[in-house]
């Protein structure tokens, strides 16, 4: 089992994900790990020291795991079964380039309430880079939307 499969797991059993039991929603707060809707500390993300750790976030309705990984470039989703779905890079995947910070990593995943975005429909999760970049991800496929930058 490699590393990646290694923290998946970690995650997994951390979030109580690969349990039978589907009414657990509730998100907890270790240290190292931050969960979408949590408190950010802002200043850390404007810091060009700041150093990514991973973050994860749990869709209530279809139960999928959104895990960003310590480079803070891939994401992961993972079925409530522990099933890796896909693993992408949206950063590399919309041909990104350098905006305000040399390598640009994921601050944020979380709800998307948008269900149609420049004519792509579907469900879909919300990302921002600490470089102010922002876009969605298609809950199924993974596909990236660049929404832009502020």
């Known amino acids: 089992m ?3 499969q290694i923290a998946i797991v970690f995650v997994m059993l951390l979030y109580g994900c690969a349990s039978t039991n589907s009414s657990n929603t509730s998100a907890l707060r270790p240290a190292k790990l931050a969960v979408a809707g949590a408190d950010i500390n802002y200043s850390l993300i404007l810091d060009k020291s700041y150093d990514p750790h991973p973050l994860i976030y749990k869709d209530s309705e279809t139960g999928l ?3 960003v990984e310590g480079d803070g470039r891939h994401i992961t989703a993972l079925t409530p079964e522990g099933k890796i779905l896909w693993r992408r890079d ?3 995947d919309a041909k990104l380039g350098p905006y ?3 390598r640009p990593v994921i601050v944020y ?3 998307e309430a948008k269900h ?3 004519g792509h429909t579907g469900r879909f999760i ?3 880079f600490n470089s ?3 876009g969605v991800m298609n809950v199924g496929t993974g596909d990236f939307i660049f929404e832009g930058n502020d």
């Open 2 to 4: 490699g590393s990646r």
């Open 65 to 67: 795991i959104f895990y």
């Open 90 to 92: 949206p950063f590399a």
């Open 100 to 102: 305000r910070y040399e």
């Open 109 to 111: 995943v979380g709800p």
């Open 116 to 118: 149609e975005i420049n």
């Open 126 to 128: 919300g990302i921002s």
């Open 132 to 134: 102010s970049q922002f």
